[in-house]
C-alpha cells in the first residue's frame, strides 16, 4: 500500500483542520486548543491533549510525535460529522490504496492523452518529468505527486511527512508535500469529465490496435462507469498493459468508482503517500531533471 486517497468533509477541513494547521507553523499551543475546542471524539482529543503535555517543539514543524501523526491521519482521513457538541468522527473512510507508480500510470492514462502508456521506456521518462514538474491540470495525477492546487495558507509538509519531501513557494503557486487535497467543487469537475476521459482512452487505444476492433469497448465502458459490477474478460489485452490487462482495467475502475462517488456526495479528495512509495520516489526525485 503506496499511495491512499480517501473522500474528506470539505467544510470540516477548511473551518476547523486547515485554521489550525496555519496556526500551528507558528505556535501549537494555540492550535490545538483550537482543535480540541472543535472535536467531539475521545480518542482524537485524548491524542492531541498528550502532544500538548509532552512534546516541546513550538510548532508542528519538526515535530517527531507520533501521537501528532496519529491524530493527524484521524484528522485528514476519517469521517467528521458536525453534531450538537462540535465534530464528531464517523468511520474511517474506505477510499482507494495501491502501490505508488502503479497508480500514477494508470491516472495518467486516464487522464492525459500525451501519456505513451504503450511504450515501457517512454513512459517511464514522461511519469519522471512530470513528477519533477506536475501539470495541475492533470488533476488526480497531479494529486498523487502531493501537488497542491490551490495552494494552502500552510506549508503542507510542516504538518505531515513520510519521509520530508516538500516545497512551499506561494509567490510561484507551488505547494508540494508527501499529501495533499483538492477540494469539493475540483472534484466534481473531476466526475464531469470522466464519461469523456475513459472514452478518450479506449478511442487511443482503438487507433493502436487497428485493424483489431477490441469487442468489449462498451462493456468496459459500463464497468468504468459504475453501470455493470465486473469488467469483462478481454479477447484482446490492452497494449500498454500486457498480462496484468484486466486487473489495472479494474484499478482504473475502482479510481472512477472513488472519484464519482466522491463528487456524488460533495466531498473532496485527500491522498498520503506512505513509506514505502517514499523509497520507490527517490529514483525521480534525485534525478537532476527533477529539480524545481
Not at 496519529?70 to 468522527?89: H, K, N
Not at 497508480?103 to 492525459?112: I, K, Q, R
Not at 505547494?175 to 482512452?201: E, F, G, H, I
Not at 520507490?280 to 534525478?287: C, I, N, P
Request: with cysteine; charged share 25%.
Amino acid at each position: 500500500m503506496e499511495v491512499v486517497i480517501r473522500p474528506v468533509n470539505d467544510v470540516f477541513l477548511k473551518e476547523v483542520v486547515f485554521p489550525a494547521f496555519e496556526l500551528g507553523v507558528v505556535d501549537k499551543v494555540p492550535a490545538i486548543e483550537g482543535l480540541l475546542h472543535h472535536l467531539n471524539d475521545e480518542e482524537t482529543r485524548v491524542l492531541l491533549e498528550l502532544v500538548l503535555e509532552h512534546s516541546t517543539s513550538p510548532t508542528f514543524f519538526g515535530m517527531h510525535d507520533e501521537r501528532w501523526n496519529e491524530a493527524v491521519y484521524r484528522l485528514l482521513f476519517y469521517e467528521w460529522i458536525a453534531d450538537s457538541e462540535g465534530w464528531s468522527l464517523s468511520q474511517q473512510y474506505l477510499g482507494y490504496a495501491a502501490p505508488w507508480e502503479e497508480s500514477f500510470h494508470l491516472s495518467l492514462m486516464l487522464e492525459d492523452g500525451d501519456y505513451p502508456y504503450f511504450d515501457e521506456e517512454r513512459a517511464d521518462l514522461y511519469r519522471r518529468a512530470f513528477w519533477g514538474q506536475p501539470k495541475k491540470h492533470v488533476g488526480l495525477s497531479s494529486l498523487m505527486c502531493g501537488a497542491w492546487d490551490p495552494v494552502p495558507s500552510f506549508p503542507p509538509d510542516q504538518v505531515l511527512t513520510t519521509e520530508g519531501n516538500g516545497i512551499y513557494n506561494p509567490q510561484a503557486g507551488i505547494a508540494r508535500a508527501d499529501w495533499a487535497w483538492r477540494p469539493m467543487y475540483t472534484v466534481s469537475q473531476w466526475a464531469a469529465k470522466l464519461p469523456s476521459a475513459l472514452n478518450r482512452l479506449l478511442d487511443r487505444e482503438v487507433k493502436r490496435l487497428h485493424p483489431i476492433d477490441p469487442p468489449e469497448r462498451f462493456e468496459l465502458i459500463d464497468f468504468w462507469l459504475g453501470r455493470v459490477k465486473e469488467p469483462p474478460v478481454l479477447a484482446v489485452s490492452f497494449s500498454g498493459l500486457g498480462p496484468r490487462a484486466h486487473d489495472w482495467l479494474r484499478e482504473i475502475g475502482q479510481l472512477a468508482h472513488m472519484v464519482r462517488d466522491a463528487a456524488a456526495a460533495q466531498q473532496g479528495l485527500t491522498a498520503v503517500i506512505t513509506r514505502r512509495a517514499v523509497q520507490q520516489l527517490g529514483q525521480y526525485r534525485d534525478k537532476p531533471e527533477d529539480d524545481e
